[in-house]
């Protein structure tokens, strides 16, 4: 009897195996997966070979024979795809990096602001919020582009003491220069900073130790730019300003920030901007009423409690939903595409359809999207640790 | 159980289309529609009349097509594609045959894989700017802000006009035909740039006409026809001679309004060639014998598709110029139906 | 007698006083909720300014010098805004370019939505539970409806458009995202390493990139992927994309839903013998899903706001319509009108879906207690 049943036994057994179990279930998921993927594979090098198509990254070396407006480095109709791409990339940067400083600046002015015990502040903030959360942002960048371009036509142009000019192209502003000479003003800043760095330590030793605040910040400051400064006026100003001037269709000259920039840095950071305000609410939300009427108690002012005290703990409680905030205002910057600026998406699709290599600059979209994703969450991470720090 | 199988069986095959690629005619006929790419919105080429159908210069040599194959000019699904989807669209099956003012280049027919059938409109890229700029030509325009349309070749051609000539401008990219003519009416730009055809449709879009000019230069051949895939010689045949015949039609003297009682036969060999009274030109391709009258009865020949669509008497108001009929001293020439 | 000298009577107590003035009243208010102190009344004479500048001139366009009859841009002869198209076109909007005679099969779908949700939504109507196998049908209803088969006129989906294109395409994404979300969020706490690796390279894979990215993906690359002989329409490409989308973010809302859920809840279910399979779905799902509504919703509303984005594959949702319509030469011009209604469109859907999500997250905080 036994003997009969041994194997079907043993097949009982190892389903009842958790580990068992489980290791057939991983096999069964790889194995899965992979004729999965090996369909795909397959698939796709049969369509390609039947359009004639071939797969490769050779294409970045080719010429791309398009201009673009906007452009970190140098770049003409001669350059290649690859440095389209580059040129793509920076701008992504560039509006990511600029949105996020302005979406925090704003979200946290917003979210104070929106406890604030002024009636009609805190309820055209609370207005701000849900209008701005609960309409797409695709359409609030074509609300501000639309905007924008309704600003004075260039012969009209806004004219700030001649020298800068404002228009629906944008803004054009005096560009600097820079001379011989100007290395030591470079090495001023980076002096200044070194110094700020170290008195800003110094002053928390000496806080830590003594209880005396010292103007750390203010001191830092001065050092950054007041250094910079002397310097410069010592070495004799070694930067000549490029000033645009008109020209027939336009203003010559300068550099120009396009209304398109604008247009998205505006949309995406209200838009993010709103988001946030609602976590640094919560997050203020979060720290127990106890600690206000503790920082009250020994006579703090109403700004340094929420400087000193609330925020510092609420930060906890904010950062890892800021992360993803970050994450979504990048991810969104992609919808540039919708009114011209020339972002990674934009340029990317201009070269999917010159050269035709879609596969290739799908990749490139996704891998660069998901490296700068997981390298924001890796700083974020990174921070979220040393303010966890502090907690004792 | 069992009910719920088949309705997910029914959502399936309404959704998926599993089609046997033994050839695109076949598939054509078992889907008992043809699939047909059209621009997303260009005036007089493609766009929606008030009860949202898709009709224009276009649509009309899709519903020819449609209409020489299935027999009933209705059978067209139109999808509408922009200027990055187009080719991958065509190339992997979503649609049969691609009308969308594109250009016939050596990369595309060569590299992409396509095979263009011939061209219907003999464009051209030039310039719009308004008057007041106080220029006469494009090659004054040094410096200034040209709107222009992403993921065309015009993109390319402007690069180069510029570059020959030596002189500087600042690109603005635009997604679509209407956003650049909000553009270019903001002033956003100094200039506009597309084929003639489309700059004088979006001429007629604005409110003060006079105000505006294209300037003489034409910077570039942009010679625009249907294209299909490559590979498939059967489906290529049907497309161009549908163009053809409207051609054909067009030189004959075959309309709209005529081309049922001509059908029954004329004293013109090669009118009854085409529409069938003679010969067996329809079985060659694979179709019936009345192809060539379905498709013209579907809009009319090539002549009165243009002034239907693109003509002096509509908004657009373009003339035949060398699009006209080589007979008129155009460029427009089918070969012979025999 | 002594006891009453002892004791003072009611007379001698101070006479009640009524509170200062500036703390009652109208200007008490005033004085409290806006002129409290120097930052505070700056801040207020600032917001009164903000609202003088731009409410009085918003509503003269939008209401008191606006236009609202005609036949083109042209009827349209006040300063304000011109709302004439709206009776011409609210069909195009709504219905995009579905057949006319059918559109009955749309509203039909939609007005069924309501009675599929109520079910899911509010848990103390009578009669729910049988609700829930109608709210489990729905799709398959609604598919059927709009599509067509079973008698219905078949109508293929390059006709969605407008509205009920946003719709579609945002419900059939929650709708389909929620069983996989499930299934990411499990395998994401699960202990087998290659699940869970999968399940964790999934979501971090579909979060970390743009959904415009995925679109494109959908609209030029899916067909490439799929065997030769195989093509399927645009919209369920969309819909497929989409889906594995929010099928990541739903991850994460089910993740801190199972979170949530204290561990002897597990230990307990695993003390009555519970498999791992029904340990989920009879004990852990139910609890983790509830408290997992409002983000299931603000997913919803996120990804119903995304479905714009449909417009860069040329697909015409409202936002695409609205665009098109301003480029009819008849319509010329009127973005600002196309853009506020379809804003307003948005904001009155989302606003309501974001109120019931912030209600129930409330009532649940209290019912933790």
Redesign the interface.
């Known amino acids: 009897m036994a003997v009969t049943e041994s194997s079907s036994f043993q097949v009982r057994r190892i389903w009842t195996d958790e580990r068992a179990r489980s290791a057939i279930f991983q096999l069964l998921t790889i194995v899965g997966l992979a004729a999965l993927i090996a369909i795909m594979v397959s698939n796709t090098l049969a369509n390609l070979d039947a359009r004639g198509l071939d797969v490769g990254f050779d294409f970045v070396g080719d010429p791309a024979f398009f201009d673009i407006n906007q452009k970190l480095i140098n770049y003409t109709s001669q350059s290649t795809f690859g440095r389209a791409l580059i040129v793509g990339l920076l701008n992504t940067l560039l509006v990511s990096a600029m949105g996020i400083i302005a979406a925090t600046i704003i979200g946290f002015s917003a979210g104070v602001l929106r406890l604030s015990n002024n009636w009609i502040v805190s309820r055209m903030v609370t207005v701000y919020v849900e209008i701005t959360r609960n309409v797409p942002v695709l359409l609030q960048i074509i609300f501000w582009w639309t905007i924008l371009t309704g600003l004075p036509k260039v012969r009209d142009s806004l004219s700030l003491g001649d020298v800068a000019f404002l228009n629906n192209r944008g803004i054009r502003m005096p560009a600097p220069i820079l001379e011989e000479g100007f290395g030591y003003v470079l090495i001023a800043i980076l002096v200044g900073f070194v110094a700020a760095i170290l008195v800003g330590r110094w002053a928390k030793r000496r806080q830590d130790e003594t209880g005396e605040a010292f103007p750390a910040i203010w001191t830092g400051l001065g050092l950054i730019i007041g250094l910079p400064l002397i310097v410069y006026f010592l070495t004799g100003s070694p930067v000549d300003w490029d000033i645009p001037e008109r020209t027939r269709f336009n203003y010559r000259g300068g550099f120009n920030v396009t209304p398109e920039l604008i247009a998205l840095w505006f949309a995406l950071s209200t838009y993010t901007g709103a988001f946030i305000s609602e976590i640094v609410r919560s997050g203020i939300l979060s720290v127990s009423k106890g600690q206000t009427e503790a920082a009250s108690a020994i006579g703090l002012r109403s700004n340094l409690t929420m400087r000193k005290i609330i925020l510092p703990q609420a930060l906890r409680v904010i950062i890892p939903p800021l992360t993803s905030q970050y994450l979504n205002l990048t991810k969104n910057s992609s919808l540039a595409v919708a009114i011209g600026y020339q972002d990674l998406v934009s340029i990317g699709g201009t070269v999917l359809n010159q050269s035709g290599q879609a596969i290739e600059v799908v990749a490139i979209w996704m891998f660069v999207y998901l490296s700068l994703s997981l390298m924001t969450s890796a700083f974020m991470n990174w921070y979220n640790r040393r303010i966890a720090l502090v907690e004792r | 159980m069992k009910i719920a199988w088949t309705f997910l069986g029914a959502i399936v095959i309404a959704l998926f289309s599993f089609t046997a690629h033994a050839g695109t005619l076949d598939d054509v006929k078992s889907a008992g529609v043809l699939k047909c790419g059209i621009n997303t919105g260009l005036p007089g080429f493609a766009y929606t009349d008030d009860a949202g159908n898709w009709i224009g210069f276009d649509a009309a040599y899709c519903r020819a097509v449609a209409a020489a194959v299935l027999g009933d000019p209705d059978k067209v699904e139109y999808h509408n594609l922009t200027g990055q989807q187009r080719f991958p669209a065509l190339a992997s099956g979503e649609i049969d045959v691609l009308s969308r003012n594109t250009t016939w280049t050596f990369s595309r027919d060569v590299d992409l894989g396509f095979t263009f059938i011939g061209v219907s409109y003999y464009d051209g890229q030039g310039f719009i700017g308004r008057k007041s700029l106080g220029i006469k030509s494009a090659t004054e325009l040094d410096g200034a802000s040209v709107c222009i349309q992403t993921g065309t070749t015009t993109e390319l051609n402007l690069a180069d006009f510029f570059r020959v000539n030596g002189m500087t401008y600042e690109p603005v990219p635009i997604e679509t035909n209407e956003e650049a003519r909000i553009a270019y009416l903001a002033e956003r730009c100094d200039v506009y740039t597309t084929d003639a055809s489309g700059l004088a449709a979006t001429k007629t879009t604005f409110e003060d006409g006079d105000a505006h000019m294209v300037f003489p230069e034409i910077i570039s051949k942009e010679p625009l026809g249907p294209l299909v895939r490559h590979g498939d010689d059967q489906w290529a045949d049907i497309a161009r001679w549908v163009l053809n015949a409207l051609i054909n039609a067009e030189e004959l003297g075959v309309t709209q309004g005529n081309v049922s009682s001509l059908a029954g036969g004329s004293d013109n060999p090669e009118i009854n060639r085409m529409l069938g009274s003679e010969g067996s030109l329809g079985e060659m391709l694979g179709l019936s014998k009345t192809w060539a009258v379905a498709a013209i009865k579907a809009g009319g020949n090539y002549g009165e598709i243009f002034e239907r669509y693109l003509g002096t008497g509509t908004a657009l108001g373009l003339e035949r110029g060398v699009n006209a009929l080589y007979t008129n001293g155009g460029l427009i020439y089918a070969p012979p139906m025999r | 007698m002594t006891d009453q000298s002892f004791f003072r009577s009611q007379a001698d107590l101070l006479p009640e006083r009524s509170p200062p003035p500036a703390t009652t009243g109208v200007l008490g208010w005033v004085r409290?909720?806006?002129f409290?102190s120097w930052l505070?009344s700056i801040?207020?004479l600032i917001?009164?300014y903000?609202?003088w500048i731009i409410i009085p001139p918003a509503l003269d366009w939008a209401f008191f010098s606006a236009d609202i009859a005609g036949d083109d841009r042209f009827a349209c002869t006040s300063e304000g805004a011109c709302w004439a198209w709206l009776d011409?076109r609210y069909n195009?909007f709504l219905y995009?370019?579905y057949p006319?005679d059918q559109r009955w099969r749309v509203n039909i779908a939609l007005l069924l939505l309501i009675p599929a949700l109520i079910p899911l939504l509010f848990d103390k109507v009578p009669g729910a539970k049988i609700g829930r196998w109608f709210s489990l049908a729905y799709p398959?209803v609604a598919?059927?409806l709009l599509?067509?088969?079973?008698g219905f006129e078949?109508v293929?989906?390059?006709k969605f458009g407008g509205f009920m294109l946003n719709i579609t395409v945002g419900l059939a994404g929650i709708i389909l995202s929620l069983p996989i979300g499930i299934v990411l969020a499990l395998g994401r706490r699960s202990?087998?390493?290659?699940?869970r690796i999968?399940s964790v390279a999934f979501i971090?894979?579909f979060?970390?990139?743009?959904?415009?990215?995925l679109l494109?993906?959908a609209?030029?690359?899916l067909?490439?992927?799929?065997?030769?002989?195989?093509?399927?329409?645009?919209v369920?490409r969309v819909i497929v994309v989409v889906t594995a989308f929010s099928s990541a973010y739903m991850a994460e809302v089910i993740r801190g839903g199972l979170q949530a859920i204290p561990r002897g809840q597990y230990e307990a279910a695993q003390a009555l013998g519970l498999g791992y399979w029904r340990m989920m779905a009879l004990i852990i799902l139910p609890q983790a899903l509830k408290i997992s509504i409002p983000g299931i919703v603000n997913t919803f509303?996120g990804l119903f706001?995304?479905t714009?984005?449909v417009?860069?594959?040329?697909?015409?949702d409202i936002?695409n319509i609205g665009?098109?319509m301003?480029?009819n030469?008849d319509w010329?011009?009127l973005?600002?009108e196309a853009?506020v209604f379809?804003?307003l469109f948005?904001?009155v859907v989302?606003?309501s879906m974001?109120r019931y999500s912030s209600l129930l997250e409330k009532r649940l905080d209290t019912e933790n207690r």
């Open positions: 409290g909720n806006l409290s505070n801040l207020t917001g009164l903000l609202l011409q195009q995009g370019f006319a398959f598919t059927i599509v067509g088969g079973f078949s293929p989906t390059n202990n087998m390493p290659v699940v999968l971090e894979i979060r970390g990139v743009p959904l415009i990215t494109f993906t609209a030029i690359l067909p490439i992927f799929m065997p030769p002989n195989v093509s399927f329409d645009l369920v509303i706001k995304d714009t984005l417009i860069v594959i040329g697909l015409f936002l665009k098109s301003v480029s030469p010329l011009g973005s600002a853009y379809v804003a948005f904001f989302c606003f974001s």
